[in-house]
């Protein structure tokens, strides 16, 4: 009797350990498209980022920033170096008097406006002419240190900034944003203190103001979520302008990899980056300035400009949690950076050497890219979703599903560098159950796209060529091709009960949008 009995409990356990697979093998998304949860979040969509000013010269550059204007339709675009020596800005003429040349500005914002998109000004770095030291920063050089005279300083802010008023009129730079310096809280960026920080930081403020009260300026734009208390206590003590907050957030332990050399980890809590969002918009709300816009003008899986896990097909859903729980916390989430015609560390060595971009040197997307096309194809209007890896959404005639997996792989302390640069292919994870209520009946065009491993995986495909340090032009066509973003399925179907259902097999870290168009 009692080996009966344990045999039944035995039975008893395997049958609710098998149930329990079974659960977590099926996730159901189910949405009613007369269930609205309201305007859908375009934090994801407002601001991306791009290595120096003087790189946007470029004519690659450009012809990247335009194919990714058109797929991912950014708004906005913040870079470096816009007051360093490469753009011409400044400098004492002979007779010591100050000289002030807009030239490269003017040809650089003119072609952002003329793709419609703007710029988010960050302001630097110092001007040689009003250094107070020789320290540098990146391969180009880049002086970070405080100004020899706040005056002359803040008349070369206002002066610029009054010649864009001039240029592009009252209306439009008030729809701009001026950003105070980059990470001055690390030496490497800013060798002054914190308290030259805060006096440079209140002479910009005041110059900008003296423009125009309308035009946007912030900061810290600091690394790593720092001083921002110290930033709204400074300002609100001091009465200096501050409309909104910027700061940076990376994925990987540390703040700075100058010139790409350090091995480099992700954080072992996945999630850290968007809960450092929601406690930055908390210290916000909790002081005089509650409501300011929030703006992270750098974030990224990694810091690095060498870190191969951003050519991953794994980075594609990293990134998508981290925006799926910063969207109602941060104004804009400024993923850095939109190319891989970056110089931060010098010359790009390789098609594929762990750059920062969406697009690589030859205009190869990397699944990152889709993550943003795919989320720039999302409706207006979100309708209510219990499931907490997807977003579903509609436009007139059409419901979209852009649904993941996203699953933190267990590197057991091995570097990025190391741990990325191998094949690694997916588990199977589980099928998602894809329901839809309410809509009209009639004729519809499905259409599923993945990004995942293989599927628009350019990383993988060139992990298999050997990874060959120059491409030949079969090479290219190839990798190019492994990217077309071809539907995995494309046909029609009818709805004639109001709802439609599909099902579709998800491994690990894959990405699919579903598009549902009625015909």
């Known amino acids: 009797m009692q080996k009966l009995n344990i045999r039944i409990l035995v039975c008893i356990l395997f049958i609710c350990v098998s149930s329990a697979v079974i659960a977590q093998k099926q996730r159901q998304l189910h949405v009613d498209v007369l269930q ?60 010591g008097d100050p000289e002030y040349n807009w030239q490269y500005i003017d040809k650089l914002y003119d072609f952002i406006l003329s793709i419609d998109m703007k710029p988010f000004v960050e ?92 035009y946007r ?29 910027a700061t940076h957030t990376y994925g990987v332990k540390g703040f700075l990899d100058e010139f790409g050399e350090n091995n480099l980890i992700m954080k072992s809590n996945p999630h850290e980056m968007w809960e ?21 003008t750098e974030w990224s ?21 981290t925006l799926k729980n910063s969207e109602h916390h941060a104004t804009s989430m400024s993923y850095w950076t939109f190319t891989d015609v970056f110089e931060e560390g010098g010359v790009p060595r390789g098609p594929f050497h762990g750059g920062f971009g969406l697009l690589n040197l030859q205009n190869l997307k990397k699944p990152t890219y889709f993550v943003y096309k795919y989320l720039n194809q999302l409706g207006k209007i979100e309708l209510e979703n219990n499931d907490k890896q997807s977003w579903v959404c509609k436009s007139e005639n059409e419901v979209q599903a852009l649904v993941w997996d996203f699953t933190f792989l267990d590197q057991k302390r091995v570097s990025n560098r190391v741990f990325y640069k191998k094949n690694l292919p997916p588990a199977s994870k589980s099928e998602v159950d894809f329901y839809v209520s309410n809509l009209e009946n009639g004729t519809y065009m499905l259409r599923i796209y993945k990004t995942g491993y293989k599927h628009n995986d350019v990383y993988t495909s060139y992990y298999e060529m050997e990874s060959p340090k120059n ?49």
């Open 217 to 245: 300026v912030g900061g810290p734009a600091t690394a790593g979520g720092q001083w921002v208390p110290e930033t709204l206590q400074y300002c609100e003590t001091n009465r200096v302008p501050l409309d909104f907050i």
């Open 36 to 95: 609205e949860k309201g305007p859908h979040s375009k934090s994801f969509q407002m601001c991306v980022g791009a290595g120096r000013a003087n790189e946007g010269l470029r004519a690659d550059w450009q012809e990247q920033l335009r194919i990714v204007k058109n797929d991912c339709g950014f708004e906005y675009i913040r870079f470096h170096g816009l007051l360093h020596d490469d753009m011409g800005v400044f400098r004492y003429d002979k007779k």
């Open 301 to 321: 899986s990694s810091y690095s400009n060498t870190d191969p896990v951003h050519d991953t097909y794994q980075n594609a859903p990293y990134i998508l949690n």
């Open 123 to 214: 302001l630097s770095f110092m001007p040689n002419a009003l250094k107070t030291n020789d320290n540098t920063v990146f391969w180009w050089k880049g002086n970070v240190s405080p100004p020899k005279s706040y005056e002359a300083y803040g008349e070369l802010i206002y002066k610029l900034v009054k010649h864009l008023k001039d240029r592009y009129g009252d209306e439009e730079v008030a729809t701009w944003y001026f950003e105070v310096w980059n990470e001055p809280n690390l030496k490497s960026f800013f060798s002054g203190t914190q308290e030259e920080y805060f006096k440079m930081y209140k002479t910009v403020a005041e110059a900008v103001k003296r423009v125009s009260k309308d």
């Open 276 to 296: 450092k969002v929601q406690r930055t918009r908390g210290m916000i709300d909790n002081s005089v300035f509650k409501g300011i816009e929030l703006h992270f």
């Open 471 to 519: 491409l030949s032009k079969k090479q290219m066509k190839i990798l190019s091709e492994s990217t077309s973003d071809a539907p995995l399925i494309s046909k029609i179907v009818k709805v004639s009960n109001k709802s439609f259902k599909t099902n579709i097999e998800v491994f690990e870290n894959d990405v699919f949008l579903i598009k549902l168009e009625k015909i």
